[in-house]
């Protein structure tokens, strides 16, 4: 619309409508990091509670079964080996999906 009106408003008029698009833009602005802040907090709550799920389905198949240690399996862990026979992923998936 601004466009279309433009050529028939005066530099006053102009400055007008651009200064509201502009507040405009800064609380659309505004709105969407408020709600991106909620979604990476309610992102992080779900992450916790999936990670508390896991831990405690590792917990119970260690000692279930009689492990000493686990470690995890990526490479950031500090595990600079293990056995691909020693994995346990799959195992803790059919913990958590109650398979087990």
Known sequence: KFEADEPSMTAAEKAEREAAIQADFREYKALLQTQQADIDAKERLVMKQIFTEIDEAVAKIG???GYYLILEGNTRSGAIYYAASLDMSQRV??????ES
């Not at 998936?93 to 109650?98: K, S």
């Open 63 to 65: 000692a279930r079964d």
């Open 93 to 98: 998936i059919d913990e958590l999906n109650g």
